[in-house]
């Protein structure tokens, strides 16, 4: 166990995941919750040596205006899944984490994530690179004034508009000369993020299906620096399904005719999603892998739709339709009703235990042992869940073999 | 390849699992139908050196009176289930592998399956001894008959009332002395069956939650007998699904605290099952592995009820209740409408050809690594599908590496 | 509009239902609740000229010991169903009504209610006469204390064990004399509170399966009385899908072959019908409806059962398998999850509303136009949801028409 | 009873739900089918003197080349809907209905049905008047040489894009110009068949959401020549749900706060209804009732999607969040697995049989009473199923009352 304290940056930190997982921190460290939907706090993770949930600060850059903790209550008030006593319990530590706050950028993240930012940061006028050295400056200022071993920073923010990669140049050193260029830039803020922590040798996970560290450019960044970063896209509901649903069909030769997905939601990731410029990169990261998995394409459809009444109650309805012995029609269908921050905050503290682990292991570059945590894992083709699941477990007892480390 | 032909021999050869698959082998005999819900046709099996679909024989035992043909037609007229096109063009051969059927046991199966037994069967009088021997006469002749190198004989008969297994003596030489008496003898038709087969070397499938070879005496006279088996309860629709999607809550710590799954469906299976000494076994069966695979006991409720006008369509309905981060509860429903023989059928079909390749293998006892196929694989703990399915790919590895056997 | 305030008097007043509606009475007074689920408050109910939320004053019975605000409290805590913050501001009526509780009486009420009483009730050596006496003695003493110009007793105890209908004698006259005897006399506590009620002229409504008032001699001792009374079942969930699905699968013509209805639910009520003798009550309050509205009788299968997890949320599932043109058969399923005492407390509400009406009108005896209430409504054939609502739609302008009365 | 033979002449004679409709009365003529999905051979309806099925003679118009009876056989081949021994044994008899079949119009249909039109069709350089003109001597034609007294002429061609209905006129005289001008004419082709039918003094019966009838200027036309009609669009699935279901919240006061309902399938109209412009006419038919029942308008979504392995099975999942007492949010779903053609057919059927009737009854315009059968009734603001089906009934008892009519 390391001595000093780790930071966890949350880019979004005002976001219903960002709020859970902070909400979920304070809990934990109060002892005042079970550990459901967490994996690190399980049997196969024991000895590793992980951070303490007392040991780790939270800050973080977000766009919008706010008070944290009203942000935070928003669970209980307009989706009922955090108790509202809970909430209040917290209510100090939410308001003393408000001053880590920092506002963050909104370039390149299109008008409909846009007209949510503060008006300061709508006249803002800066290059790329300007705001990648602004958002260092916070990163540094919070590990100097907390006294941080290291920081992961974690990107939850709204999902960004698609970004066409081919225009992106693969090496970062011409990446690294495109980021002066305000108006030719075509990065979004997720990578401006990326960059920012990577750059800085802290680590970077990428929770949402924007492009964050995935360009070939910033990947080369993070080795260069000695970073390790993971993404992209949590998967945490329908496609967890999928991941392990899959499979079964592929295994037992039943022939998938189509797979149809509809997802109601009705959270500011909804709101957000309702614009299809940002919709697109969503429903692409929920559809790749069931091609991948059985080595054909079915028809396919996923919808996500923003219903304000659902609250963060993500409900999908999945229709499979397969082809049985002798040819013969029949249907799967399953309900998935989970809150989807508290599916996905649970997922983004174990990353961050994970990610932890592998600075002090000295490992650098693409995490892919974590991509069972992700529906895009960079660098893995694999995307069997119970077969993603080993890689972590082999890495586990590689890790847990090696004894402990220190920073 | 082996150059004679293997002989398959169906305990309940006129059920709607037994016509299903026989009905299935003459249509891919000849080319009529597909691959679709085989898996030693796919990729990973290649190269086994299994036997070819033409170089099967097929006999059987059934309590019942009426003609193969017309019971293979329910699959069509009650359930339409199977096109009546296909069913007409296989009704010739249907006709011919009639000849091969003989009558069975009725010894212990209760009196829910002892009401379709022809009167000739009923007022038999017989012990266990006479049953088996009269079987084995029945096998020896089918085998002679048609020059068989070896028969895999397959129970797929209805599920019998549960036998006390405390009271069976755990060594074939005490059990053997017990099968002379007609009263004090507990084992079902299922066990005599397969104490038939095993003690002729042949091989011997459970595709039902009947006890057939399960009592340890019975494993130790096929080890005796250089013969192998393998067991029990074929795993093909809702019990597939838990093996599937349990590994998923556990895995990601989402506490599950109640699983309820209600079956419906109305084939003959169906209406033995409404006995409630019959579906004890069943439903245990299904209901086992959650614990194995959780770690711990969430509330469970299993039922399977008789509804007529389903027939062989198995609808199930599962409601999983879950805590998730913070302890909320969040739910999980799937619906499953399966034709229930059409998905046992194939695994029938895979389950012979792979247990020949075992015999040609010299392989001996419980066929440990088929328990992908069943709810409770005998002599296995995992009950993980993606796990069990490797422990078949390493088998499949390691007698690829063999090279081609022969008998 | 009366001047005088009525009594609303709940037999089972610590029960799921009860402190659901005595919290919603107390939160509609005060204005912190709106009116969802409540129908009196609804345009076509508008100048009936109905009692005010304020001139209710709650009492009642219970055979548990247990403070009245901690069972309210449960709807909070194991359901997740009230909001805490709304309890906590009840809190101090809650107080204040549960002075008004009595100890009520568990004759015959069987093992699995009788387990639950106040140790001082199962000690109580009455016969039902006296239990009855003691009943009105608690009933008037409520009257007197509280100026109420009538009292609206509402049957929401437990369900009780089927009664043996057959062995009732049909008049008054033959029943008075049988409650003297304590071992021979087969009515229930539901039945004794019926009578205790009627016989003091108060109104009465049976909003569960138990017998309550609809044995013939009872309800002859209302008339009598000049009092008026109603059940019996109230139609909150599934079965009031069912009498609105039903009759469309009859005006199409399309023959339902089975209705297949299974729930779950983990409330107080759920551990009661976990007994057989409990539940076959309920059973055949839910199954009835479907045979008189399609005029056949098609397979039906209902099943009630308790999984703690679920508290109050009742979930349903119900199959309908139905056949089409040229016969072909399709499926129908739906899945409802409602909180049980949510769906039964307004109705409650709405029920002693308008029975007090009734009793200002001169009614006399069971209330038919009350029917789109019940299950199992006394007097009525008619099940069609539909119908019914019409039925109380031309009360409703029968009354108005009539203009104010006054008691 | 009528002496004379009555026609039906389909518009779209060769879509799904016209040879099933064809297929249907065949089997219907010969004994071969029961009456499942039709309801005037129900107890309500009898008495009425209707045309028996052996007095239609079928005739059409479609745009597309292909043999009748290889379009029915798509039922069995495609959607396994209907019995292909059936489609056998119909197959003389559609044979000699395809002598009847004439060659429709394409005029304004759009690209995406206009692609499956004929090429002479395609060719055709036609005023909307000539089209009328030619439609006109096929009904003739028909008429003459089978010696009707009436034809009945339903539209169930695919649905045609919208057509903005503020460009006509209101009056039949300035329509009436308007049909010569091939540019100008917004009118499209279930328009011109409308007017084709009508003008002879002929029945229409507009199935689709295609405008057909709708017009007030055609509506008049319909008067002046003492015809009747009725539309449009048949309620057969999810919608005929949506019109019994959303009254039941409305009657209980629990407010809908969001209506989800996705529908998927796979047949000929699916393909079409794939085109965004087709699609519009079908989803705001489905989506207007909701307001209308309610009285207020929840946030509501329609989805209808093409996915090809759906064949004519009409899958629906529709998501109720509905607000019950004291705010707390609950859910209804249900899951509609219709076949489309199979629930439309029969009430093609019973819509010309009721029809005729009334043809033979004088009535004159929009036949309001059938307002049962249609998603978007004309002239009709009642849309809860249950009432429409009185007015059905107050219609029936009408007729029933005014004795035996002769044409």
């Given at each position: ?5 780790i930071?966890i ?31 690190t ?9 992980l951070v ?98 290291h920081v992961v920073a974690v ?47 802290f680590s970077f996970v ?21 970073a390790r970063h993971m ?117 983004v503290l174990d990353l961050v235990r994970l990610t932890e682990r592998s600075w002090r292991n000295?490992e650098?570059?693409?995490l892919?042992h974590l991509?069972?945590f ?34």
């Amino acid at each position: 166990m390391a001595n000093s304290r780790i930071g966890i940056w949350l880019f979004g930190a005002k976001g219903g995941v960002a709020t859970t997982a902070t909400t979920g921190l304070i809990a934990l460290k109060n002892g005042w919750s079970g550990n459901a939907g967490l994996i690190t706090t399980t049997a196969p993770f024991e000895g590793l040596g992980l951070v303490d949930w007392e040991d780790f600060v939270v800050g973080g850059h977000d766009i919008r205006a706010g008070r944290l903790y009203d942000e935070a209550l928003r669970m209980h008030s307009e989706s009922r899944a955090i108790e509202g006593a809970l909430l209040e319990k917290c209510r100090g530590e939410l308001d003393a984490i408000e001053r880590n706050l920092r506002l963050g950028t909104i370039h390149n993240v299109g008008p409909t994530i846009g007209q949510f930012a503060e008006e300061q940061l709508r006249k803002l006028q800066e290059t790329p690179r300007e705001a990648i050295s602004r958002v260092q400056g916070d990163l540094r200022e919070f590990q100097e004034r907390h006294q941080l071993a290291h920081v992961v920073a974690v990107n939850v923010c709204s999902t960004e508009p698609t970004v066409d990669e081919s225009k992106l140049p693969k090496r970062w050193e011409e990446l690294d000369r495109l980021i002066d260029q305000k108006e030719r830039c075509p990065l979004a803020a997720s990578s401006l993020y990326a960059i920012a922590a990577l750059d800085l040798g802290f680590s970077f996970v990428n929770f949402t299906p924007s492009l964050g560290a995935t360009p070939a450019a910033i990947q080369e960044l993070a080795v260069e620096r000695g970073a390790r970063h993971m993404g992209y896209d949590g998967k945490t509901g329908e496609t967890l399904l999928k991941s392990v649903l899959a499979p079964m069909f592929a295994k037992r030769n039943l022939e998938v005719m189509s797979w149809v997905g509809h997802n109601i939601f009705g959270n500011m990731d909804g709101k957000v999603l309702d614009d299809p410029a940002n919709k697109k990169s969503k429903v692409t990261s929920k559809d790749r892998l069931l091609g991948q998995i059985l080595g054909y394409s079915p028809q396919t459809l996923v919808s996500i739709e923003y219903i304000q009444s659902m609250g963060d109650w993500k409900t999908a309805w999945d229709h499979v339709h397969f082809r049985g012995f002798l040819g013969t029609p029949m249907t799967f269908q399953f309900i998935w009703q989970g809150c989807d921050s508290l599916l996905a905050a649970p997922l983004v503290l174990d990353l961050v235990r994970l990610t932890e682990r592998s600075w002090r292991n000295g490992e650098v570059g693409a995490l892919t042992h974590l991509s069972a945590f992700f529906k895009s894992p960079l660098g893995v083709e694999e995307q069997d869940f119970g077969v993603q699941f080993q890689m972590l477990q082999r890495w586990v007892e590689a890790t847990r073999a090696k004894g402990p480390a220190s920073a």
